[in-house]
């Protein structure tokens, strides 16, 4: 085994200056540069699921009739949907490019390219000429820029995440790196209502120029979160790290992994994750099937309530925009919990919460007591919010430094594969009836205490400095 000599030692040191992890070990300085990579993750998450969402409400409303239709009526919904799926193909491999970018140039630096890269995207589909000006080249540029979204998808929240936390004072990492997951909340909401005033003015002016609008207004929010981001600095965790590379300081211990072991001097950050931290990255796959309260609330949780309850759907998206937004203050306030009593309690309280609310959300959609129907789903978003909002510093904490941005990334984007085939694999399990929702419930509910199952068996990382969670 190699070792770090004296002379080595001294170098670095001359580079690299103690990495401070307390609140109360941490400059004037470095508290603000704390407080500003939290802000850039809210912003930089809230532009990413914006785009997202405004992507997906035009996939449903526009697409399939101004890229699309040449296609018919069926065709045209079928392949613009097909064009919104193709970024979950593309979110993994853009988790191993930008996580191996992030983990080796910078988290800073990556971010940048993952912000521009997404904002670009977004601008130019507002700017994209229909097929019926561009013919087959229209539709084909639509997919192009819906695979760079998905691409930078695939690297902006872990490393946002990775981050905020590093940046953070260890006994509030919960709560700093909570803001990223806020940012999810805020786009979505965000997304959703972009669209409403232009619907309002009719169809003629949505598929003329109406459209574009909310892809158009991504770029000066994009320029706006380059700002902030740019003036964040790289966590002092991370300078150490490419320093002891850069002199060469660099021993089989430090290259490899908490057990002290590694193949290569500075071996890939994907290669060392599947070496030496896969339970951890299986912990992450696992777990992120928590995501499915996603697209089981809003995407088969309204068609299950339209479609079989015979609900109105004006009303049930209504009340879960609303209540989006009313568990916010609810999310920081879990977040803050997890940094005070762990990570693991409050996932797992959060996760199988939702095994049991679920089937109990589809029971009563067939009351059509909206009063109990809100109860149900007001208890599954504060609850659900806690899993959401503890997962952003849970899943950092799983990994060391050197390779943190990589495990997160690679692991949730692997996990959301699942998750985004999810309403598929309900709508073939759902059977007509008022007790035709049990498949789904099961379903789901297995998926939950899989999550929860998997969190258990991960170490209980709150508190515990950047230094303790490299040592594993």
């Known amino acids: ?100 970018l992030g983990d080796r140039i910078g988290r800073t630096h990556t971010l940048i390219v993952t912000l521009l890269l997404m904002g670009t995207a977004t601008f130019l589909v507002g700017c994209l000429p229909t097929a019926q000006t561009l013919g087959i080249a229209a539709p084909i540029l639509l997919v192009v820029l819906r695979l760079a979204q998905g691409l930078s998808a695939g690297g902006e929240q872990a490393g946002s995440n990775s981050l905020s936390s590093e940046n953070a004072p ?25 669209f409403v005033p232009i619907t309002a003015q009719g169809e003629d002016f949505l598929l003329g120029f109406g459209w574009r609008i909310p892809f158009l207004i991504a770029g000066p929010l994009m320029l706006f979160t380059l700002w902030i981001r740019s003036q964040v600095k790289e966590p002092k965790v991370f300078a150490e790290q490419k320093a002891l590379r850069e002199s060469g300081a660099v021993s089989e211990a430090d290259a490899g992994t908490s057990s002290g072991k590694s193949g290569k001097k500075d071996s890939a950050p994907l290669a060392e994750v599947l070496r030496y931290h896969w339970k951890n990255l299986l912990r992450v796959i696992v777990c992120s099937l928590y995501a499915l309260m996603g697209s089981m609330s809003s995407v088969f949780g309204l068609t299950y309530a339209t479609q079989y309850a015979g609900l109105e759907s004006a009303k049930y998206l209504g009340f879960t925009s609303v209540l989006g937004l009313a568990v916010i203050p609810i999310s920081l306030m879990w977040a803050w919990v997890s940094d005070k009593v762990g990570r693991r309690p409050v996932f797992i309280l959060s996760v199988l919460s939702l095994a049991v609310l679920f089937p109990v959300l589809f029971a009563v959609m067939h009351t059509h007591n909206w009063a109990l129907i809100l109860g149900v789903l007001a208890l599954l978003q504060i609850l659900g919010s806690a899993g959401n909002i503890v997962q952003a ?15 997160y990334a690679v692991g949730t984007q692997l996990g959301l594969i699942v998750v985004g085939f999810a309403p598929t694999i309900a709508a073939a399990l759902v059977k007509p009836g008022p007790m035709g929702w049990v498949p789904v419930g099961i379903f789901i509910a297995v998926c939950m205490v899989a999550a929860a199952i998997s969190a258990f068996t991960a170490r209980e990382t709150r508190g515990l400095s950047l230094a303790e969670l490299d040592e594993g």
């Open 393 to 407: 510093p849970m899943y950092t904490e799983m990994f060391p430094s050197r390779v943190r941005y990589t495990g």
């Open 1 to 100: 085994m190699s070792q770090i000599t004296p002379s080595q030692n001294t170098a670095t040191s001359a580079i690299v200056s103690p990495v401070q992890d307390s609140e109360a070990a941490m400059s004037a300085e470095d508290r603000k540069n704390a407080r500003l990579a939290a802000v850039s993750g809210f912003f930089g998450s809230t532009i990413e699921y914006f785009d997202f969402v405004c992507f997906a409400t035009a996939s449903a409303l526009v697409f399939n009739k101004v890229f699309f239709a040449g296609f018919g009526a069926v065709g045209g919904t079928i392949a613009s949907f097909a064009t919104f799926g193709v970024a979950y193909i593309a979110r993994p491999l853009g988790a191993i490019i930008f996580g191996t």
């Open 170 to 194: 260890k006994e509030k990492r919960g709560v700093f790196t909570g803001w990223t997951m806020i940012g999810v909340a805020v786009g979505t909401m965000l997304g959703s209502v972009a």
